[in-house]
């Protein structure tokens, strides 16, 4: 009876040692893949933002009433885009406003058109059907009708001529961009009231050279202008930074967790190791059979996780970026399988290598 309970005890015991290392495992998987995405992200919006900046930025605080919104888009400076940019509207049948920009100039943007096109002369001078370009992901606030895609911006309907976008992040993706000439008197009147009030933000850009900075300095000394250091905004699907600490601890924490209970599996298996040792095994040989066991519960894990995001599917933000590195980007779970089994194969490559394993048998 005692020889039965002394083999299911330690059934019992391998089994709950297996099930805490599989879901350790699990844990520190998604918290490794979240922080691998989060890097990547980022790092492909640098490059984006780099690419779809002005050679030539100069942002001014522009104070005053209509005649001095007004008079930003007659300035017709050669080779030099003028957008007011941070104003928030309604946009679409959203209850929150929407940050958006507004072509002072009528110029075409530098950012890439995906499907439609920027809108022409004759687009601007229709004055009973205002038009804006959107971010791709704007689309699915917008509704057709006679073969054109329309959005309300604060209740008043736009024709979509086109949407934006970049392959490789989502900056330009939730875009909206008006153009002055063409926006409905709401937008207008909006736009004295904040420069009246409290002041617009005006941005002069140039992708010609760096020369225009004089000529728009030039064109703006005026007791209305304030130079200033804002940027263009783009809204960035980046995980904020805090976020990515954390999901590095929780990794570091579960390797910990991992390695504590290796190194106890080590412990009570060390005479099964000893008798091996006297029986001709190396140390590698060991070593390898050890690497073997904790391989298995690699791939459970793995397996487990998927299973997990399958059932989660639905969900979107943090989960849909993890389904998307597990299902797509092998690369990331290949570069958490190499560093979480140099980390965890560390201990009991010491402990082989400094214990005399004969030593406990014969103490045995």
């Known amino acids: 009876m005692k020889k039965i309970m002394r083999v299911c005890s330690r059934f019992c015991r391998r089994i709950s040692i297996s099930l805490f290392i599989v879901l350790s495992i699990v844990v520190s998987l998604f918290a490794f893949?979240?922080?691998?995405?989060?890097?990547?992200?980022?790092?492909?919006?640098?490059?984006?933002?780099?690419?779809?900046?002005?050679?030539?930025?100069?942002?001014?605080?522009?104070?005053?009433?209509?005649?001095?919104?007004?008079?930003?888009?007659?300035?017709?400076?050669k080779n030099v885009d003028i957008i007011v940019n941070g104003l928030t509207e309604y946009v679409g049948e959203i209850e929150m406003p929407r940050l958006i920009e507004i072509s002072m100039t009528d110029s075409i943007y530098k950012y890439p058109i995906i499907t439609g096109r920027y809108p022409n002369c004759n687009d601007l001078r229709n004055e009973n059907t205002p038009c804006l370009v959107l971010g791709k992901a704007m689309k699915r606030y917008t509704y057709r009708k006679n073969d054109n895609d329309y959005i309300l911006v604060n209740n008043s309907e736009y024709i979509v001529t086109g949407y934006i976008g970049l392959k490789t992040s989502n900056i330009?993706?939730?875009?909206?961009?008006?153009?002055?000439?063409?926006?409905?008197?709401?937008?207008?009147?909006?736009?004295?009231?904040?420069?009246?009030?409290?002041?617009?933000?005006?941005?002069?850009?140039?992708?010609?050279?760096?020369?225009?900075?004089?000529?728009?300095?030039?064109?703006?000394?005026?007791?209305?202008?304030?130079?200033?250091?804002?940027?263009?905004?783009?809204?960035?699907?980046?995980?904020?930074k805090?976020?990515?600490?954390?999901?590095?601890?929780?990794?570091?924490?579960?390797?910990?967790?991992?390695?504590?209970?290796?190194?106890?599996?080590?412990?009570?298996?060390?005479?099964?190791?000893?008798?091996?040792?006297?029986?001709?095994?190396?140390?590698?040989?060991?070593?390898?059979?050890?690497f073997i066991v904790f391989m298995i519960y690699i791939f459970m894990g793995v397996i487990l996780s998927q299973g997990l995001v399958i059932l989660v599917s639905g969900l979107d933000a943090v989960v849909s970026d993890i389904k998307s590195i597990i299902s797509d980007n092998v690369v990331g779970v290949l570069k958490y399988v190499v560093s979480t089994v140099l980390l965890v194969m560390i201990v009991p490559a010491v402990q082989l290598r400094k214990e005399e394993l004969i030593n406990i048998v014969r103490s045995n």
């Not at 961009?177 to 207008?188: A, D, M, Q, R, T």
């Not at 009231?193 to 064109?219: Q, R």
């Not at 954390?246 to 579960?254: D, H, Q, R, T």
């Open 33 to 77: 893949l979240y922080c691998d995405i989060a890097n990547k992200i980022i790092r492909d919006e640098k490059k984006d933002i780099d690419r779809c900046k002005y050679l030539v930025d100069v942002p001014y605080l522009v104070y005053g009433d209509s005649e001095i919104i007004d008079s930003i888009s007659k300035a017709n400076i």
């Open 172 to 240: 330009l993706d939730y875009s909206v961009i008006l153009f002055y000439s063409n926006v409905s008197e709401e937008i207008k009147k909006d736009i004295y009231y904040y420069g009246d009030k409290m002041g617009v933000m005006v941005h002069f850009l140039s992708d010609i050279s760096e020369d225009a900075v004089d000529e728009i300095e030039n064109n703006a000394i005026d007791n209305n202008y304030v130079r200033t250091e804002d940027e263009l905004f783009f809204a960035s699907g980046q995980k904020e």
């Open 242 to 290: 805090i976020y990515r600490i954390m999901a590095m601890c929780i990794y570091l924490f579960s390797v910990v967790l991992i390695v504590l209970v290796m190194y106890y599996s080590y412990i009570i298996r060390r005479k099964e190791y000893a008798i091996k040792r006297t029986f001709g095994y190396s140390y590698f040989k060991l070593l390898w059979d050890i």
